[in-house]
């Protein structure tokens, strides 16, 4: 689907689409048609109960003394409450209703509600193509046949305003946004059997270009690096391991600035290992390796938005497979940091790779921050359900300014605690440290209180359970059911307001 932002003239023909507020309150172009229609538009409002209620949506097929083929209205809900998030789900309600509507062309008049003051509607209009795009996602790849009814006939949206220019200049940091995340979707919504660590790995190599550079690190390299922890998980796979490296340098007059780290857990399959998953459910391990998705994803968005800023990313690639040459319950692991990890579920595979990941950005990045995301724990779900996703901290700052950016881009995260009664409870008998507690409690936690215990004294860091906000059973918003790319807004959002020069 395309996005144009072109002149306010309405079209005589085709589908308009018309943002109603709470008690249907109609814009200037919805009191023009309604009184062209013999007052159709406010007829079809009170049969069909239609209030203006975020979401709500309601269609009038060639209307009265119109040429119009449809008249789509779409709820804003309440005039006060209406922010830029509202505006994006306003955008992907008309594709959600569109897409498959046999519609081609669709033409939205951007018009501000009377009481709304202090928005500019060349970013409304930048927000409503945001939200479009984004639920306008979809992977098709893999259908080689599909019903005529459900293929896609919506093309094109025009957006329509006289600050046209301005609106088309303002949503092009959005459209990098909108691609970052689906590249996310992409790469979380692949099949084990064609994403691996190797061929995951080459698709970063693929990105490589207009200042972003990629670094991929073999086997033989992560064993000099002395990542047993990495390397133990990988060993009962027969896909190799692979640590990428992708470099940003944005920043102007600071090429020594120190960088923002970003670091992502990618187990492109989870069967548990030797201590090995139930049946029911296992292919959703597929999607073990969105932290390192939403990296590449973030990285390609600074990139091409080109970013004022320094960031590294850091992906740790393996596989989880019960074999004959498979890490066993009870092995002790030497980490990249010396420490000793011994492995008491080798299904705890999450933090064993990020162990070594973490400790390679401190090593060889210096940051001044470090970020990770990793599907870590069924825990998280249990604790936040798939709203919110778990952000654990050593830092009150670095926390609040992910809580914000949260907010402001509708991927939310609530913080979690840690504290020195969970990390007594993952001291070995025989090891520096094991890899799960004596018992199932708190487990998001313990999984945090692991990674930290690879996190230098002084580092800020922050640690996001992604493991509930992946993947959507649902349409919802702007997200499409299926990989939501959670992570690339919020961490965008989170450079652009804190770190950018
Ligand atoms: N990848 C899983 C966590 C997960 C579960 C992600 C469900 C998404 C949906 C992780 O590697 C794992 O298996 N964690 C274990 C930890 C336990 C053994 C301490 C878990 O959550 O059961
Ligand atoms: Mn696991
Ligand atoms: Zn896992």
Redesign the pocket.
Known sequence: MKITFAEATLPATGTLVLGVGQNRQLSETGRVLDERTGGAVTRAMEAARFAGKTDDVLTLLAPANLELERLLLVGLGEAEKITDLSWQRFGAAIVAALATSGAQDAFVPVELPATSTDVSSANVAAQIALGAQLRAYRFDKYRTTQKKDKKPTLKKLHLLSADHNAARHAFERYDHVAEGVSLTRDLVSEPANVLTPVTLAERCEALAGKGLTVEVLDEKRLNKLGMGALLGVAQGSAQPARLVVLRWNGAPEAAEQAPLAFVGKG?TF?S?GI?I?AAAGME??K??MAGAAVVVGLMTVLANRKARVNAIGIIALVE?MPSASAQRPGDVVTSASGQTIEVI?T????RLVLADALWYAQEHAKPRLIVDLA?????I?VALGSDQAGLFSNDDELAERLTRSGIKTGEPVWRMPLGDSYDKEINSDIADVKN?AAN?NA?SI??AQFLKRFIRDGMPWAHLDI??V?WSKKDEGVVPKGGTGFGVRLLDRLVQDYYEA
Do not use: P, Q
Request: aromatic share 4%; glycine share 20%.
């Open positions: 187990v989870d548990g201590s998953k959703d391990m999607w073990d989880n579920n299904d705890a595979e999450g599907t870590l724990t069924g825990a779900i799960v199932r487990g313990i999984g493991a509930g992946t």
